[in-house]
């Protein structure tokens, strides 16, 4: 589950007209609920759909009297995303583009997802916001057009396929009246979100049934089924995209699950199905994509074999730059970050107060289910077999903004258990450096830290027996 699902953050996908041509945009967001009003709105400049922590510039601002947070948004070039954060529990996601002077009215509580109704958009360029709010709306639709076809042979993946077809033109439909008010750019882009989306609900449900049903055959004929009604949209158009990106990370994912291979070999050979699936730009950023968000990639059979076959894909000097550094981060044996974190009682706790221990880091927060779920798990199938044992330390790292919500979740007991000491990133969230250091983009994170303050696995697998076996290898190395 994502942490940022949780987060009212206003999700802006930056477009120039010239690809040279740099300019300002101005944004107003106007928020009707009194307490989220006197919450500061956090706003990032991000460079691309591929990881929110990749060349970020942060802005954060204050509701004015009139309860309006007004932000100045300098330079805007091509390609370039903002992220905008203010209470909890919103979500919108949407774009903004060059000269621009757009006004947002939200008149929810953020007590739950937001209702296209609860949003009202004007000003220089909020056509786009309009149309795209519409055709999120239609999701809905989407959904149900494509459930309804649940059998797998190939007579059934040609209803999918028109399934999908039927349900993407009908959002371009929502679209097309707005076509007046939206740069060429900009109208390709919501193309690629919508199409991506519809030909990736067909995909989820044959791969809901891989057990039974889905084969590479049946995968490759969907797949050539999908290409053929997808729009004609330029490849750094579809890279941008984060609906398209997905997509196509989703593909490869698919069809080497397919396949037998192990786990430890399983990176890899996504990487070359990647690069077997696409090319340029594309593929630079489905490759940064997955290796940035599925941390996994540290517990394959040789983790710089799967980075460094992706360099040889990665022309970006910044791209290239952050790989590298985010593989040193995540490789076995780097100094662990020696986090200062308060517990419930404000007692400060650092990772080196552990020395000579093995350290079982659990990052969660609150509404999280999966975490919630594996915090059980953990407390039923894994605490017991270490409990008892002076030398292992599990330790319970929330990410909650509001301090008062941690406290009552721990309280409560359904994040953590009485065998963890539990710390508090200070309201900082997925902001904090520690959580940070490590790239966490999805919740929870087991992260393993061994005796001598190194990494021993920034990510932990899932499964109960194995994540027993790796904290025992953890205590075998200096033994």
Known sequence: MTYKMLTFFLLIFAFSNSAYAEGDAYLTVHVTNREMAKKPLLLFTVQDHIDFKIGAVEQRASADVNGDFKFHILGISKYRTLIMEVGEYLFLSNYIEEGDDIHIVFSGDGSSFPKPDEFIFSGQGSGKLIARTKIMAGEVRTYRNISAHR????????????????AWQADLELLKPFKKEISALMYQQLQADIYARAAAFSLGYISGQRKQYTTAENLDYLYAKLDQGKPKILAAVQSQSAEYMSYLLFRALEMVALKNVSKQDRPLAICKELILQNKGLVLEKTLMRYLCRYPTVTNSRNPEEVYSLALEYIRSPANRKYLIALSESRKAG?????????DTSGHIFRLSDFKNKVVVIDC??????????MAKRVEKEVLPSFIHNPDVVFVSVCADKDRSMWLKSVKGGFYTNPGSINLFTEGMGTSHPFLKKYNLQGFPRFILVGRDGRMFASEMPR????MIEMISQALNVND
């Open 334 to 342: 780097a100094m662990a970050y020696n986090f200062s974190l308060p």
């Open 151 to 166: 059998k797998y042979d190939k007579l059934i993946l040609d209803s999918l396929v028109s399934a999908a077809n039927t």
């Open 463 to 466: 499964g109960m027996k194995d």
């Open 364 to 373: 969660w927060f609150t509404g999280c289910s999966s975490c919630s779920g």
